[in-house]
């Protein structure tokens, strides 16, 4: 059974930083995908930021220059590191894990949310 739990969201006041972690157990982690989603109060669940197994990245055009993800295959976990964080960035942010090795393949486990907020 694969698991992902999600760590270090909070309240930041905007400019600041936050870095999430998604430590995961139950399957090769290494071997798949790992993403990072969000969804605000009244909006529709986005892609933020992926990597691939071979360690690829992609991020949508609002975190580009100010966002980060990696991961440690060592450790099953992924890190987002968001700075320069925006009012708009607001969400509950969700880590997922994918059905491939490629970040473009889609994504079969998520963990609960941790909740963002920045204060402006």
């Known amino acids: 059974q694969v698991q992902l739990v999600e760590s270090g969201g909070g309240l930041v006041q905007a400019g600041g930083s936050l870095r999430l972690s998604c430590a995961a157990s139950?399957?090769?982690?290494?071997?798949?995908?790992m993403g990072w989603y969000r969804q605000a109060p009244g909006k529709e669940r986005e892609l933020v930021a992926a990597?691939?197994?071979?360690?690829?990245?992609y991020y949508t055009d609002s975190v580009k220059g100010r966002f980060t993800i990696s991961r440690d295959n060592a450790k099953n976990t992924v890190y987002l590191r968001m700075n320069s964080l925006k009012p708009e960035d607001t969400a509950v942010y969700y880590c997922?894990?994918?059905?491939?090795?490629?970040?473009?393949?889609?994504?079969?486990?998520w963990g609960q949310g941790t909740q963002v907020t920045v204060s402006s």
């Open positions: 139950g399957r090769t982690f290494g071997s798949y995908a």
């Open positions: 990597i691939s197994s071979g360690g690829s990245t």
């Open positions: 997922a894990s994918g059905s491939g090795t490629e970040y473009y393949a889609g994504y079969d486990y």
